[in-house]
């Protein structure tokens, strides 16, 4: 299904909320990017990222086991690189650590 120019930008604003919350699983998140683009898995991955569909449909499972260089290929299209991202917690003891 084809997305209107609005519709992408909501679908990116929500995407990026839920990445930056830590409510999106690798797998959702990259099924999510796809979906923005209207795309197949065998389109995503040719074309836009340059993998394997089958990489590409482990990884939407979370059962893949994807590379940095391949993370980074991923979100490219998206403005994302692979980083350290601090750990959000509830217990101000566990900050430290």
């Not at 836009?48 to 990884?59: C, H, N, T, W, Y």
């Not at 940095?68 to 350290?84: A, H, M």
């Amino acid at each position: 299904m084809k997305l209107t120019p609005e519709q992408i930008r909501e679908q990116r604003q929500l995407l990026k909320q839920g990445i930056e919350k830590g409510e999106l699983t690798l797998g959702q998140a990259v099924r999510q990017m796809r979906k923005i683009t209207g795309m197949n898995q065998k389109e995503y991955a040719q074309k836009i990222v340059g993998i394997s569909p089958r990489i590409l449909a482990e990884i939407e499972r979370d059962a893949g086991n994807p590379t940095l260089e391949t993370l980074n290929k991923i979100g490219r299209p998206f403005g994302y690189r692979v980083g350290f991202v601090q750990k959000q917690t509830t217990d101000r003891t566990e900050a430290g650590k």
